[in-house]
């Protein structure tokens, strides 16, 4: 098995960028327009895991490993924001 050509591997990755910088667009107009409450939390933690994708490819692309511990910090994060932005809209009140 041979090893990728290191200007087709970097070709990908920034065509990955692209598309997931895209993808954050589309989610924030979601975001913006609704139509309810949980398409937006849906969209809001579609749009933190996209970062959290672009956080990863540029790991990738720079060769830096602290990308991916910002990565991991950022994916903790939005899945905290996720489940109390879900607790608001389902209950009303985040702590009780």
Known sequence: MTDADPAVLETAIRAALVLVSGLCVLCGYR????????DRVVALDTISTNV???AV???LLTDRGLF???SL???IIGF???VA????VTDGEVIE
């Open 31 to 38: 975001v913006i327009r609704g139509p309810t409450n949980p």
């Open 52 to 54: 959290v994708a672009i």
């Open 57 to 59: 490819l540029f790991a």
């Open 68 to 70: 991916i511990t910002v």
């Open 73 to 75: 910090v950022l994916a």
């Open 80 to 82: 905290i924001a996720t």
């Open 85 to 88: 932005v879900a607790k608001f």
